[in-house]
Structure formats: structure tokens, C-alpha cells
């Protein structure tokens, strides 16, 4: 036991369970994937290559002795946890170790539809900046410019379609 009046602020016990507890929360379940627009949507996240960077699928570690059952495991992820250049419209100019002040991890997509409900905000990207995916989107710059382009040069139904899909990853 560890007195709560010490450094760190959190017990060892209560780190133990906040650990557990990152490590086997589950992706959140996709929404409406039988919806056609949905389906629609879907394939022009490819076409405008989106998946490149938010990479559908992810399997954890061959071998993981912290939780044996969790190894191998396929998920929907929808990123690739890498650092890119997202352009100088997000760049908050400030490096930290490797990335550079126009780097960005790319952001899990999974759930995003959800935020609104559960966080009580729509905001996006990294500093709240973008009130709905279409602005997300639009917002991407650097080794994203040709997916932002491609989306932004889509028919309205095709774009809608695309934002539709990511709301229900």
C-alpha cells in the first residue's frame, strides 16, 4: 500500500487497474456497415486513399505476456499510429523529440461518430479546431494534400457518402 499523500498523485493499486483497464478496452463496434450509403462511403475512403494513412486493420503483437489472450488479435483501426507531415495549416510549430512541429499521429478513427455522445463535444483534430469530419478532412495538408484533394473535388453525394462511413467506423 502506498500513501496517497506521496508522489505520484495515484496509488500503485489504482495505476495497476487504469492499466488493465487501457490494455483490454475493446475497439468500439462499426455502425450501419449494411447501410449502402455507408458501403458507398467506404469506397471512396479508398479511392481518395485515406486508408493509407488511417490503415483499416491492425493485429496486435504475436506474443504478449501481459495478457496472452490479446495476442494476434486483428482490429479495426483505421490508423497506422505513425507520425506524418499533415501540412503548415496544422502545424503548431513546437518539435517533440522525433516529430517535427508539422507531424501528427495519425488518429485512431474508430469510435468517432461516438464522440459527441460520449465526450459532449464534435470537435476534432488535435486542438479541437475542426467541428465535424468534413473539416477535418479539409484541414489536411502536407502528405495528406492528395486525399484532402481527391475528397474535396468529390460529388456532394460521394463526399457525404465518405463522411457518412467514417462516422460509423
Not at 475493446?26 to 481518395?48: C, I, L, S, Y
Not at 496472452?68 to 497506422?80: E, G, I, S
Not at 516529430?99 to 455522445?117: H, I, M, N, V
Amino acid at each position: 500500500n502506498q500513501d496517497p499523500a506521496n508522489d505520484p498523485e495515484i496509488i500503485d493499486a489504482d495505476m495497476d487497474d487504469f492499466e488493465l483497464w487501457l490494455r483490454t478496452l475493446a475497439v468500439p463496434a462499426p455502425r450501419e456497415m449494411d447501410n449502402p450509403v455507408v458501403q458507398e462511403g467506404k469506397k471512396q475512403f479508398k479511392k481518395a486513399a485515406c486508408d493509407v494513412c488511417h490503415v483499416p486493420q491492425l493485429t496486435t503483437a504475436a506474443d504478449y505476456p501481459a495478457y496472452p489472450k490479446l495476442a494476434n488479435r486483428t482490429f479495426q483501426a483505421y490508423t497506422d499510429l505513425l507520425l506524418h507531415d499533415m501540412g503548415e495549416g496544422l502545424a503548431d510549430g513546437r518539435p517533440d523529440y522525433l516529430a517535427g512541429g508539422r507531424d501528427w499521429r495519425t488518429t485512431p478513427l474508430w469510435g468517432l461518430g461516438l464522440s459527441e455522445t460520449v465526450n459532449g463535444s464534435g470537435a476534432l483534430l488535435h486542438d479541437g479546431r475542426a467541428r465535424n469530419v468534413t473539416e477535418a478532412i479539409l484541414w489536411h495538408g502536407g502528405e495528406a494534400e492528395a486525399s484532402r484533394e481527391a475528397f474535396r473535388n468529390m460529388p456532394k453525394p460521394e463526399r457525404e457518402a465518405l463522411v457518412k462511413f467514417v462516422e460509423s467506423i
